[in-house]
């Protein structure tokens, strides 16, 4: 390995550019171990690609993904395009001696994201590395949440709520997307933003989810077609299509620990924008953080004196919290694509280290099997299904 | 029916001291077609209940509730005795001619709910009402709430979240109560606090649960037995005895109209203190009401000018708002016992008209009906089943 | 002294109404050592005089209140009509050997509240007692703010904030009242809000405002003329009026201690209904209150571990909290009026105890002496003017 | 000019930091009309200067100011140093005919801003442009607030509050700094923070301030030196030094139309750590933003239904917003650090189109102006002040 990390970006969406500002950002706001350098970006239209690359600042631009991830000067690939392709791209590339970040879902299938995790764990031992990007646990609050868990701040775990609420699709006119279709998306509320309250979920209590009942919900079955995209939705076209994922999910897990969890993914909660919370109640306190709030932590701590107790919101932004030694004196708020910049410090230094990132693929398969528990329960009459 | 309501309250405990507030703050504050007249308190034990006539101000108190029922110069019976009396209190009294308040659960089976149903149905065509006590459903900012959707606020529902969340059984040394024993309760978090998020469900909406999938969970199973009682609890004795309720409830319900709605009723939610919330999506708005900021109704209006939406924190303390005419100038703030006079002036105005006041045993039963199909679908492996 | 206080009420107004729920429900809340008794309420309208008796549950009504205090069987005045009459009837009153109850402001005008200051003092040598009625002392989260800071909570007070903030005038076209006319208002946002956020000042840091700068401001000079009175406003007549007092006053106090307060009252802060708001910092903490979200108080505690710091919102409807033993379970919220059947509790107390009850006249004169030098500041170009 | 902007920035602290983010995050969020690239960084110690070349990516390092503002290859000078060298730089750079971009406040006197002022109004005569940094202007939720007051949403403005609280000096033992001392700083709380609260009333209003009576105030005149810094602040070494500035300053100003605004800094506000507020009251509606919720803006709206009003959170994520377009789908939050970036896109299109950029050194002078006229006011018993 040379003394920069030269890194390949596969895709150039939404998710390119927020993994762009990670790289673009980490460098700066951190001492890293070793310096990652924008080196390619690739995507199948030269045109959007060189573009791309010109604008967010990659080096060089390429079409054949296949091609550059044989190449001798890369040291890590970061998959961002659609799920229904990592599975393809993340193996090669760990064939191949690469580094992956791969973004989440890990992939649309629990088969696929199996051989994805075996090909990790194979190729850890070669000391390569693999990493899926649930960026929200990398939120300062977040990472401060799950510390506060692991050190006792809140006890024995009694009951965790997790939910991500947005409400682009609450239109009823809103044009599909390739986000609404099964083949492309895999799922549809419950594996693009139920899959982060899945993961935190996991993330923040140590726990897995080892059983679910739940229930999948299309409320609009039939969009009009998309003409032109823009942000998550776009301007509808002619003709019209129809929805073949879910638009809500609701399920109730219990936790490896036997605690229960409910979950919901919704994109029909009107006006809550990207509400992504979580709560989790102990037998000494509580921890609340939702995203539309993203700097701040609820705490409740039932050690305080009676009489003196609620829940603290506790600005994360000071020099005492997580990843914040980077950044800017006491609250000067951080916004979302901050995760990705931790993600890539985080990333680099366990390469730097020698041992494995977190989350692995294993943990990305863990989510995978639970939103596949779900689709079953979902299937069966919300029967309780084994993850 | 003389000029004045002489109305006679069965029962002593914290439920008597609020609907004694109603009795004695209604007059005061509305402009009443009838005056209510705080006759006579019940209670088995003498002393105590002489002592409560005294403080809360019933002209005479009693320790015979059949022999009060009877009198002639009772017109109306308020029932705040425990949920397993209510049902024969309740159908004594419609059957001695007496118009009927019954704090609600209406009962703790629903063979007996039914039983106080048929007998509310016949007593209506007596002229004789019934009425059970979801006060909450007279808050302003509740009462608003409905007002809204049934005037098209939000449209369309698409889903609706309803909770409610204590934290008072957090302790696991929290000693016993009457609360926690199934035959006196006849459940735990479900009958006494899901119920009201139930009521506030269909109340709101004006929709049914038709059908239901969801878990009741007890936590704690184990606690020392009650020393002295004091407020929902009370100080630890000596030996321990068995929690044979529910501490936490969690289900899916579906709306007549086929939306979704899930719910949540528990004890163990460390840092909410009383924390009734329900939030209805519809494909035009949103709305959100939490009793810990009781007079604060959120309102999210998806017919504002884009860029302009999100929700809004309207203060229900205006003159134009429910209930308010008998109340202060605006942003002078209501309480939980509020609800209490509004319940007293429905009742008495319906009384005074001749119609039925809201919500009747029927919509009572309705709210048991649920809570008992939550109860069969937990002991059938969540399966969804018929209300 | 009877075994029971008998009290009179002088007015019938607003405040009487507030006033009547304190007399009714003080004894149905708390064990009070003597019992008052609803005895007599006096107004002006013989006809609308016997409405509220009726109404508020006065035993008697009359017209002549110089008669009523001078009765053998009447124990407490309560004076509850606008500030210019305030003087004559408390002076009268405790020189009838009664008990005073006086509403807030204590006048309108420094020489008379000094007069009734002394007459208190003069009283209180026979036993008489005399209390002005700032009763958000008496709400329990303003109570506990105040125990807070005199158990050292927040440390050493470095500077405060105080502001009553309204918007019932902020419409050019709501018409005059009395309390835009200086001759019977004493002055506008200044005495009647204005004042509320100084003795709060005073009585939570337990501090005097010891010299002010400050600027009042005539915002809308000219209003129509009031056909019908509702609520503080009331509908346009015809014809038009001159505004002869402030509707904004802004000015800053240096406190006894030396630290430096700054303050605000105004009725043209459209959005904000009744936001009383304060808010200490100490050298150790902080604490924050506002009217608008009544039973929280916001406590930042830097003693609080380092990365745990921030508000906390205590929910003050807790057994452990001031006053809460006479209401009920925890986060059963309050409301307003609470804190006058809290001001019943603190008097009836008083008087059994032989102590003198707060705020004193003395109290009630010092804010008044705030008042005054905030006026002749204003007159003088805002420069620092001595209390 | 050449295609590119060639930009050197003279200064390496934390500002500097920061300005370098908007630098590298600009060209990829936006379409510049031109390409900014970061040249030469420039700061007195070698060693530290090359450093943060290295890290926040300056393609060259110098510590000769003068020098690289005579280079040919220069087009852009960012000023990113303490105040008492703006001057000096800023004249010298505008004469070199390079466009200047100066972080605020823009001089420590009055003298020395009008200085700059002048020389900005003839370099403009030249076609070189100068802009002063207040970014906090170009929060997508501030520049919101300005675009709806001058659209009319909330009507006449009646009032305005200004304050900017911290509380990084409530510890008595925090250690001196520069921004502690007058030579260097200029002053306290009121430049180094009240200087954003009164351009973010004269950006949002379109108003000036005029005239003011206000106080300034050292809590805390004598602190340990300082040992090493870290963000604001620092650890104590040994001795003890003077604080020769403000802690804490509070002001009333009268605006150009009439309206009286209040005003405060301080560095006390125990619990706040970077409370910038400002809140706006019309007659037909207000506006509330604090950077403590960066992405909200709150809007009182007095056209909605009565009984539907009250403060609206927008989450200013939208793509309808102001410089929204740049980044993420609805809901994804911004941080302190994207006004850098929105800085650096005003200020090459305005380079790009030939025109002024916002705000100009005059209305950094006029900032300058009511700092000045507020420590005259202070000096003089808080008497009104002309600005």
Redesign the interface.
Known sequence: MSAQLRVAMIGHG?MG??H??GW??A??AFDLPIHPRMSVIVGRDAEKTASAAD???WAEHATDWRAVIERDDIDVVDIVTPGDTHSEIAIAALAAGKHVLCEKPLANSVAEAEAMADAARDAATRGIRAMVGFTYRRVPAVT?MRDMIASGS?GSI??V?ASYR???L???DAPMTWRLDKDRAGSGALGDIGAHAIDLTQFVTGLGVAEV?G?L?T?VHERPLLGES???GGTAGTGRGRVTVDD?A?F?GRLSSGA?A?F?A?R????????LEI?V??????LHWN????N?LQ????S?E??????????V?????PYLSGW???????????GFSHQVKDLVEAISAGSDPHPTFAEGLSVQRVLDAVERSSAA????TTV
């Open positions: 939404f550019a927020a762009s500002v673009r950002q460098p700066a604008r967010w600042g401060l809140i009694r009951q709520h947005q409400d682009w609450a239109d009823a009942s229930v919900e409320i823009s942000g998550l809500l609701l109730t229960l409910s919901e919704t029909f909660a009107t006006g809550r924008k990207n509400a709560e109640s102990g037998d000494a306190g509580a995203l539309e709030d993203l701040a705490f409740d701590d039932e305080a009676p009489g003196r107790r609620g829940f603290t919101r506790i600005l932004t000071e020099p005492e919290h800017w004196p006491a609250g000067h708020m951080l916004g979302y694509e901050h009459g919300s029967t309780w």
